[in-house]
């Protein structure tokens, strides 16, 4: 129990320390955390398509921006210093969080397949 605690508090400490780090590099992109989010996966394909074209676009507008600086070697404040940028924002990890539950309920009915 002891360490159980111990271990979630050293894990707590560990993530928000990770989560500033991945959040002061996608500043200077201007990505958000979704945008990083792999759409060879079926699960994030599919929600990508259930997706409104607002999240669509922006989140194409967002990739190509970021190219785009990479490309030129610049940070997003040299060109907007005083955009807010919400990296966190979930648009499309709900939809992925239900399509990945309707598998999982799916594969459990029919497990008396196999």
Known sequence: MALRMMTEKVMGFAAKQYQSALGASLATTGLRYEDLLNEGERDISEALSLAEPDVLTGRTRRIKR??????????????APDMELDMFKSEIYE???????????YALLNAHNK
């Open 95 to 105: 939809t992925v969080e239900k399509l990945r539950s309707r598998d999982q309920e």
């Open 66 to 79: 970021a190219l785009d600086l990479g490309f030129k070697r610049k940070n997003l404040q040299d060109y």
